[in-house]
C-alpha cells in the first residue's frame, strides 16, 4: 500500500505484476492446500526442497503439523510468525491464518529469513501464500468460526518466473527485457541495470493497464494514484537526461510484450499514448512554472528562508 518509493529499489516491488492463484470455497481446505503447494514447487516445477522455506501464523498449530509430520519440511527451514501471516481484508469480516513459501536465493544475496532482523532483505523472497480464511471478525473483534472455511492462494509471476530463469531480480526476467531495452532508448541512457530504467519499465506496465481500464490522471482517488505513477516515471527519466516527452513511447513495447495475451491493452494502445502525452507535458508546465516561481523567490530572497506560503 505504501512501498512505491521502493519500486525500482529491490528484486521484488512493483506498481504492476500478474497474479497466478487459485480459490476454494467450502471444498478442500487447509491440508489440501498445503500438499497441493508443495506438490506443484518441488515435483511441477522441481525446486529443491532445501531452498524453500516455510512460515505459518503463530496461532496455527494445525498447519505447522501438516508442514511438518506430513509434508516433512525441515523444521530448520520453518518459521511461526504474527502480523505477516495473518490476513484480513479489514476490520471485519472473512479473514485467517496464513502460510507463506519462501524461496532462498542464496547467501551472496544479502537478507535474512522470515522473521529475522534482516528478512526485508532480497535473499529470500515469498514466491506463495495460502491463506486460511476461516473466520469471521465482527464489530466487536470476536473471531467467528465461518461455515464453510475457504482457501485464497497466490504466486507472484514474476518472482517465480525470477527462480526458473536462474535470475535474481524480478527485472532479470524475459517478461523484462525489451521494456528495458526501449526505456533506454528513450531515455538515451544504457544501462539497463539503473535502477530509474527499472523504475519506467515497471511503471508503464501499471499506468497502461490503468488507462486500459478506464482510470484517467485526476487529483484525486484511483486518478491520482495513476497521475503519481506517471510523474514518478517521467521524474525518473528526466533523471537520466531524457529530452522532451518519452514515457508515452514506451507503449509500443508493452504492446509488443503482453498485447497478444491482453487484446485489451492493444485496442486501446493508441488512447493510452494520448492520456500518458498529455500528461507528461502538463506535468512539464507545472515544473516550469513552479521552478520560475521558486526562481523569481530565491532571486528575490533576502536571508536564508522561505516563506511557508511561497
Request: with cysteine; glycine share 10%; charged share 25%.
Amino acid at each position: 500500500h505504501n512501498d512505491l518509493d521502493n519500486v525500482g529499489y529491490t528484486a521484488r516491488h512493483h506498481t504492476f505484476f500478474e497474479m497466478l492463484g487459485n480459490f476454494s470455497f467450502g471444498d478442500y481446505f487447509k491440508r489440501d492446500a498445503i500438499h497441493f503447494a508443495w506438490n506443484f514447487l518441488t515435483e511441477v516445477l522441481g525446486l529443491p526442497r532445501e531452498k524453500l522455506w516455510v512460515t505459518v501464523h503463530v496461532s496455527d498449530d494445525e498447519a505447522e503439523r501438516i508442514w511438518k509430520d506430513e509434508v516433512g519440511i525441515d523444521p530448520e527451514r520453518f518459521s511461526r510468525l504474527d502480523e505477516d501471516n495473518f490476513w484480513q481484508m479489514g476490520d471485519t469480516g472473512p479473514c485467517g491464518p496464513s502460510s507463506e513459501v519462501f524461496f532462498d536465493h542464496g547467501p551472496e544475496v544479502w537478507g535474512g529469513p522470515p522473521g529475522s532482523p534482516e528478512e526485508d532483505g532480497d535473499r529470500y523472497i515469498e514466491i506463495w501464500n495460502l491463506v486460511f480464511m476461516q473466520y469471521d471478525r465482527d464489530a466487536a473483534g470476536n473471531m467467528n468460526p465461518l461455515p464453510k472455511p475457504s482457501i485464497d492462494t497466490g504466486m507472484g509471476l514474476e518472482r517465480i518466473a525470477a527462480v526458473m530463469q536462474g535470475v535474481h531480480s524480478n527485472y532479470e526476467i524475459d517478461l523484462f527485457q525489451n521494456l528495458l531495452a526501449a526505456a533506454a532508448e528513450a531515455t538515451g541512457h544504457d544501462d539497463t541495470t539503473a535502477p530509474s530504467l527499472r523504475v519506467i519499465a515497471d511503471h508503464i506496465r501499471s499506468c497502461a493497464f490503468l488507462v486500459a481500464d478506464g482510470v484517467l490522471p485526476s487529483n484525486e482517488g484511483r486518478g491520482y494514484v495513476l497521475r503519481r505513477i506517471i510523474r514518478r516515471a517521467v521524474r525518473h527519466g528526466h533523471k537520466l537526461g531524457a529530452q522532451g516527452s518519452f514515457f508515452h513511447k514506451l507503449v509500443a513495447a508493452l504492446d509488443a510484450e503482453m498485447g497478444e495475451a491482453y487484446p485489451e491493452l492493444r485496442e486501446a494502445r493508441g488512447q493510452i499514448e494520448r492520456v500518458l502525452l498529455k500528461e507528461e507535458e502538463q506535468f512539464a508546465r507545472t515544473l516550469e512554472h513552479g521552478m520560475g516561481l521558486l526562481g523569481e523567490a530565491l532571486d528575490a530572497l533576502e536571508g536564508d528562508t522561505l516563506s511557508g506560503e511561497t
